[in-house]
């Protein structure tokens, strides 16, 4: 039971690193929200939940610099290691 809910946690966090991905996407494609706005507050929020798990490993793991382009390698690194601790639960 417990580990049913904790595996139902980490599916329920993944799912905001997704979400912050398509925000962080929405704001290349679309510009930057307007503050106050329904995508502004999404993205706040999402932000305010996913950062303090992404922060730490950001810090030990810099972006990946290939040109003018930087690839977050904290992203993949915490959405592939929630991935492996879910298949081992």
Do not use: N
Not at 34 to 58: A, C, H, I, N
Request: proline share 7%.
């Amino acid at each position: 039971m417990l580990l049913a809910l904790v595996s139902f946690v980490l599916l329920l966090f993944q799912l905001l690193l997704v979400a912050r991905a398509i925000l962080d996407w929405s704001v290349a494609l679309a510009g930057p929200s307007m503050p106050g706005s329904f995508r502004s507050r999404l993205t706040r929020g999402v932000y305010t939940v996913t950062e303090p798990v992404l922060g730490p490993v950001r810090r030990v793991l810099p972006p990946l610099r290939l040109g003018g382009v930087g690839i977050d390698l904290s992203f993949i690194v915490v959405f592939f290691t929630i991935t492996l601790i879910r298949s081992f639960i």
